[in-house]
Each structure stands twice: as structure tokens, then as C-alpha cells.
């Protein structure tokens, strides 16, 4: 066995066989955030492209949207949950520094078998994530690995600072990778890290270096901070060679590519992206006005939303590429070998049974921040469907998703 570039393969290679998304029902728009800090719709969509976020509301986390995605991916793959052997879980927004957020979804899918762990690489984690459960199946440790990104950004961001509150946004997206003989799958990966990006996206306090305390918190240094010029410029150079690094160790022209399936950070660098790659913006998928940057949830969740919208066909060959913190760059290249009605067809089998087992005797404090809250509560106008993880025209419904008609398709954030 060997790739298209003739090296030697070793093992089953890992195909895609379920996927799944989930977004949470609140929505924060443009507007919204106008009330928020002094910005306002017309600069954010010029410069970024984003209409609007998802916010978790307070009973949902990282664990309980990675459950929920984590589940639809299973369905699809047409797999008991106990079938995973290998759960990984991508996230910045870990719900606890301990235990693992990939702990808490194994119990909430009812899992009684895999080895559970979180993978920290930021906006490329799902990426990283993906890498590494493709190397257990290579190695034959693994046959059916489930792979999630999951992010409540909403809880680390500070509504007072405009240059990093209107970029994230919370929601997850899983897949299932599997073993198999037989011909296409993940035909190649590339996975960066630039230390001396390290500072550039941060969180500065409540790790070893920088403890939590009152000094800390006043000092705004739990939430995101971020030189927004310097990422934009690493992102534009490194996410373009990035792709093409794996593009070539899969023995492929960009031209070759079907799909490509970007990071959703802003729409200024996939369209860089696209001209580094020589490729039309019609090869990118991009469904950031709707989700803003949901850092390792993004490439998942975008790639749902096409192959369920009928974006991927068999034999199409597909690329994921992002980038992050770290600074950590990633791709990977696949031939696409699901049916991807299974998604669609999957969407009876919505998992309305996800639980995440609360702490005994601790009473937790409301997760969403108070600015944040009063503007979600305020009544106001919603244009688009709350539910909706797969592209469709968008339905009225009222702010907090009443009326909202229910898709017929996998992938609903309703759940
Ligand atoms: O997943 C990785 C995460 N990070 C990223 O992908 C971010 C990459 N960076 C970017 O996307 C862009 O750098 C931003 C969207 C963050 C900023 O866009 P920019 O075109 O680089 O703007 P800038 O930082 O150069 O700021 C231009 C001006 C400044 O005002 P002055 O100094 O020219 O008077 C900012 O203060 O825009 C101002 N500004 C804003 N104005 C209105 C910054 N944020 C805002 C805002 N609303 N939200």
C-alpha cells in the first residue's frame, strides 16, 4: 500500500462515515452588538463578513453541544455509540481544567468503552484532532473514532473590547472516522505550530503562570485577547500553504480539489486563501455570516453544513485548512467516500436524551455575563431560522427560536 506520493502507507486508512453540527438557539446580531461596545454593522460585515454568532444558552456548554453533535455524527455513521473506540474532543472552552470535556460527552452519548481526551490546538484543534484519531486508525488502535470541535467562546470574550467581542461565536461539529481497506478517505494531512505567534491570541490568566484572583480579574485577563493584524497576517499567508502542503502529499493540484472547507474566521482571508490557491471563491465553502469564528467548531460545523446542503458528492475531493493560537496551522485532504443523504436520512434519530452529569453539592454562577444577557433578552427583530446548522432561505421566527419551522434534516440546532 502506498499514497499517491509513494510513500508507504502504513494500516486501514480513516474515512469519513457520520458527521453532525449543533448550534446553539440564541442568536447576537450586528445590531445586538451595537449596544454593546461602539462598532457597528457596517464595519463588522466590511471587514469580516459576519451578520451574526450563536450564544450557548445557560443550561448548555461545551460538553452538552459536543454531545449533541458527537451523536448526530454516530447516527449518521449508523453506529451504537458504544461502537467508538476513541473519543477526542477539540475546544479552547474547556467546560472544566478538569476532568476532560471528552469525559463528560463519553457519558452523555452513553459510551462505556472509549478512551476519552481533549486536544488543545485553538481554531486548528478539530484539525489536530482529526490527525491524531487518523494515526490511531493507521496504527490499527483504533476502527471507529469519534472526532468533535466544541466551543462556548461567548464565556471567554469581553463585552467591552470591539475588536475581538464581534468575531466568536459558541456551537459544535463532530465526524466519525473508521477504518477501512478500501479506496479514498483521508488522503493527507499537514499540521504547523509557530511559537512565536504564542502571544498573539491569548488568554493571559487563570492557567500556572497567572492564577486567578481578584488582580486578574479586574484586569479583564480571563477573556480572549488578540493582535488582530498580526493573526490576520499569518493567516493569510500560512493557511494558503498550508493546504497546499497537504493538497501535494495527497499527489493533488489545488485545481484537483472539489471543496474546500476553511477555517470560518473572516471572509477577507478565505478570499486571500482562494487567490494563494489560484482557485474561485466558488470552491470555498463559507458560512461565517451566520456563525462567526467558532474556533474549533468552525471547520466541523462548516462541514456539515455542506455536505448536508449537497455541497459533497462521492469521490469529491475535499480540504479542510485552518488556523489558530499557537500559532497552529492544519489540513487535511480526503476523498469523499460517504452517501451524504445519511446525514439527511439520519434526521430522525436527533438525540433528545443528552445529559452532562452535574457536579454533586456545587451550585455553579450563571454562565452568560450580564451586558451579554440584558441584550439577548431585549426583544428585537430575528431574520433567520434558530435551528438551522444546514443552509436553507431563511424563515422569521422570534428572538428566542418560537416559530422557528423544524428542518426535516440532520444538524438542527433544536435540540
Ligand atoms: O481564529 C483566529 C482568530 N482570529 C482572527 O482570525 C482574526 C484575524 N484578524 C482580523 O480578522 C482583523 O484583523 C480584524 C477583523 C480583527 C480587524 O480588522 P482590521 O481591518 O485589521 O482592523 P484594524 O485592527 O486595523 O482596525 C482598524 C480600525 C481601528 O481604528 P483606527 O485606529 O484606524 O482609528 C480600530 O480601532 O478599526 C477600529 N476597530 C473597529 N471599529 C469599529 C477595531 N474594531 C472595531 C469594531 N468596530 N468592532
Redo the contacts with the bound molecule.
Keep these: 500500500m502506498s499514497d499517491a506520493d509513494g510513500r508507504p502507507r502504513i494500516g486501514p486508512r480513516a474515512h469519513i462515515t457520520g458527521w453532525g453540527a449543533y448550534a446553539p438557539p440564541g442568536v447576537l446580531t450586528n445590531a445586538d452588538i451595537e449596544h454593546l461596545?461602539?462598532?457597528?454593522d457596517e464595519?463588522?460585515v466590511s471587514?469580516?463578513g459576519i451578520r451574526e454568532r450563536r450564544v450557548a444558552g445557560p443550561h448548555e456548554t461545551t460538553a452538552s453541544m459536543g454531545a449533541i453533535a458527537g451523536r448526530r455524527a454516530i447516527a449518521v455513521a449508523g453506529l451504537d455509540p458504544d461502537e467508538i473506540d476513541v473519543i477526542l474532543l477539540a475546544t479552547l472552552t474547556p467546560d472544566y481544567w478538569m476532568p476532560s470535556t471528552a469525559a463528560l460527552v463519553k457519558e452523555a452519548i452513553g459510551n462505556t468503552r472509549a478512551a476519552a481526551m481533549d486536544v488543545a490546538a485553538?481554531?486548528s484543534g478539530f484539525v489536530f484532532a482529526y490527525s491524531t484519531a487518523q494515526a490511531y486508525i493507521a496504527a490499527g488502535m483504533a476502527k471507529h473514532v469519534l472526532v468533535i470541535g466544541s466551543e462556548a467562546l461567548t464565556r471567554f470574550l469581553d463585552y467591552t473590547d470591539?475588536?475581538?467581542c464581534?468575531?466568536f461565536g459558541d456551537g459544535a461539529g463532530a465526524v466519525v472516522l473508521s477504518a477501512s481497506e478500501a479506496p479514498g478517505g483521508t488522503m493527507a494531512t499537514e499540521l504547523t505550530t509557530e511559537p512565536a505567534g504564542a502571544y498573539m491570541?491569548w488568554i493571559p490568566a487563570g492557567g500556572a503562570k497567572a492564577p486567578p484572583s481578584p488582580g486578574t480579574i479586574a484586569r479583564h485577563e480571563h477573556f480572549l485577547r488578540?493582535e488582530?493584524?498580526e493573526?490576520?497576517r499569518f493567516?493569510t499567508k500560512t493557511m494558503a500553504t498550508t493546504a497546499l502542503a497537504s493538497i501535494e502529499r495527497a499527489g493533488l493540484r489545488p485545481e484537483d480539489v472539489d471543496l474546500f472547507i476553511p477555517?470560518q474566521?473572516?471572509i477577507?482571508?478565505i478570499e486571500a486563501v482562494a487567490k494563494g490557491l489560484g482557485l474561485p471563491m466558488e470552491r470555498m465553502f463559507v458560512n461565517l455570516d451566520r456563525y462567526g469564528?467558532t474556533?474549533a467548531a468552525s471547520v466541523p460545523i462548516a462541514l456539515a453544513e455542506a455536505v448536508d446542503s449537497g455541497r459533497v458528492k462521492i469521490s469529491d475531493r475535499v480540504v479542510m485548512v485552518a488556523?489558530?493560537?499557537g500559532f497552529t496551522s492544519g489540513a487535511v485532504t480526503v476523498e469523499w467516500t460517504a452517501d451524504p443523504a445519511n446525514g439527511r436520512r439520519a434526521a430522525d434519530a436527533q438525540p433528545r436524551d443528552i445529559h452532562i452529569r452535574q457536579p454533586l453539592d456545587w451550585n455553579s454562577v450563571d454562565p452568560i455575563q450580564p451586558a451579554l444577557a440584558a441584550v439577548l433578552a431585549a426583544p428585537g427583530p430575528i431574520s433567520v431560522p434558530l435551528d438551522d446548522v444546514v443552509s436553507g432561505e431563511p424563515e422569521h421566527a422570534d428572538r428566542n427560536g418560537a416559530g422557528a419551522p423544524v428542518a426535516p434534516l440532520a444538524g438542527r440546532g433544536d435540540a
Design positions: 461596545v461602539d462598532t457597528s464595519w463588522i471587514r469580516t485553538a481554531c470591539r475588536s475581538t464581534i468575531l491570541i488578540m488582530g493584524k493573526t490576520y493567516a477555517h474566521a473572516n477577507r482571508i469564528n474556533s488556523f489558530g493560537a
